[in-house]
């Protein structure tokens, strides 16, 4: 199994939304990447989020296109702004989560994983992307983290 990162997908401004709901385009975006990762057959085990709108229909959009059978669950510690030492301390690979959060948390959370660094830039996120990480254990209960494979919606 392994870790699966989401950032949001796009949001409407606030001035049409005060919540910063998903956008027309950023709903477009997951509904055509969904079906796609559910051809990929991901092992999506549960699907977290961070509570905020657009993390919240994001998750739902990925939930109902990968048919996974746990209820969608609010995650703390995923905000923009929180500790990723913290949050990385709690993973573990075999779990196969799917979290959906925020920029700038996700890229420092892949970037610490990966390298130990939260400030190494070693990946730039698409909202509705989906960035899988995995693990191999090292010595004792270290685990050696990497990019597996990413989905997104544009390739340019």
Known sequence: MAL?????????????????????????EILGLAPVARGYKIPVTRIYHSGKARAVQTAQLYHQALGTSHPLETLAG????????????TLDPGAGWMVVGHMPFMQRLVSFLTTGDEQIRVYAFQNAGIVCLDAVKTDGDHWDW???????PNIT
């Open 78 to 89: 995923i905000n923009p702004l929180d500790d990723v030492r913290a949050f990385a301390a």
């Open 4 to 28: 699966f990162l989401v950032q949001h997908g796009k949001s409407a401004p606030k001035t049409e939304d005060p919540q910063k709901g998903l956008s027309s385009e950023g709903r477009k």
């Open 146 to 152: 990497f990019i597996k494979w990413t989905l997104n």
